[in-house]
C-alpha cells in the first residue's frame, strides 16, 4: 500500500487529454510538498517530466503537464502519442515519514 | 551529467553484495545528494534511502533501516549500496539517483542494477 495513490490504470486514443492523479494526505502533499513526475519505460531508467515546480526538463514535451491542489495532485498528457505508452509515478516528501514517498504507479495504455 | 551504476549480478542467498553508483559531469560532494530506489519484478518504485556525499549524512526509508548500508566515496565520486545477506526477496532492479534537497525532484538516474538472489 503505497502513501500516495495512483489509479492503476489509465487509458486514452492517440490525440487525446487524459490525466493521472495522485493522492496523498496532510504528512506530504496536503503538507505543502512539491510532487514531482517521473514515466518510465519498460527496461529502462525513470525519466523525470514534471517537477514540483512544474518545469520540465529539457527534451521533455510541453504536452506534459502538472497540478497541485490540497493533498493531490495531478499528471495532464495531450495529444496523446503512442510513445506515450508507460508506467507513471508521483512522487513527494512525506514528514511523518521523513522521507520520500512515491505512489503506487500508472499504467498509461494508448489505445 | 550522469549516474553510472555497475552491472548486474546474481548471487545466492546469505551472500553480501556492494553495488555502486559513479556521477560524473557535476561536483559529486556539494550541492547533490544521491538516493537508492528499489524496483522489484512487476512491481513499483520503492524509495530505499538518500546520502549526502559531503559530509555522509544518510537517511533511510523506514522499511529499509537495518536491512542495507548506503555509503560514497568522494575520492571516486561514487556512491555504494550493500547488503550484508541477501535474500531471495532483495530480487530487483536497484536505481540511485540525483536531487539537490531530499524533497526535490530526481532529476538525473542511472541505467539500473538488476540483482538476482537464488536460494
Known amino acids: 500500500q503505497s502513501v500516495l495513490t495512483q489509479p492503476p490504470s489509465v487509458s486514452g486514443a492517440p490525440g487525446q487529454r487524459v490525466t493521472i492523479s495522485c493522492t496523498g494526505s496532510?504528512?506530504?502533499?496536503?503538507?505543502?510538498?512539491?510532487v514531482h513526475w517521473y514515466q518510465k519505460l519498460p527496461g529502462t531508467a525513470p525519466r523525470l517530466l514534471i517537477d514540483?515546480?512544474?518545469s520540465r526538463p529539457s527534451g521533455v514535451p510541453d504536452r506534459f503537464s502538472g497540478s497541485k491542489s490540497g493533498a493531490s495532485a495531478s499528471l495532464a498528457i495531450t495529444g496523446l502519442q503512442a510513445e506515450d505508452e508507460a508506467d507513471y509515478y508521483c512522487?513527494?516528501?512525506?514528514?511523518?515519514?521523513?522521507?520520500?514517498?512515491f505512489g503506487g504507479g500508472t499504467k498509461l495504455t494508448v489505445l | 551529467v550522469q549516474l553510472v551504476q555497475s552491472g548486474a549480478e546474481v548471487k545466492k542467498a546469505g551472500e553480501s553484495l556492494k553495488i555502486s553508483c559513479k556521477g560524473s559531469?557535476?561536483?559529486?560532494?556539494?550541492?547533490?545528494?544521491i538516493a537508492w530506489v528499489r524496483q522489484m519484478p512487476g512491481k513499483g518504485l520503492e524509495w530505499m534511502g538518500i546520502?549526502?556525499?559531503?559530509?555522509?549524512?544518510?537517511r533511510y526509508s523506514p522499511s529499509f533501516q537495518g536491512q542495507v548500508t548506503i555509503s560514497a566515496d568522494t575520492s571516486t565520486t561514487t556512491a555504494y549500496l550493500q547488503w550484508s545477506s541477501l535474500k531471495v526477496s532483495d530480487t530487483a532492479t536497484y536505481y540511485c539517483?540525483?536531487?539537490?534537497?531530499?524533497?526535490?525532484?530526481?532529476?538525473?538516474w542511472g541505467q539500473g542494477t538488476m540483482v538476482t538472489v537464488s536460494s
Open positions: 559531469g557535476y561536483t559529486f560532494t556539494t550541492n547533490y545528494w
Open positions: 546520502i549526502y556525499p559531503g559530509d555522509s549524512d544518510t
Open positions: 514540483g515546480k512544474n
Open positions: 539517483a540525483r536531487s539537490a534537497h531530499i524533497p526535490t525532484a530526481f532529476d538525473i
Open positions: 496532510s504528512s506530504n502533499i496536503g503538507g505543502g510538498y512539491d
Open positions: 512522487h513527494s516528501f512525506d514528514s511523518s515519514l521523513s522521507g520520500v514517498v
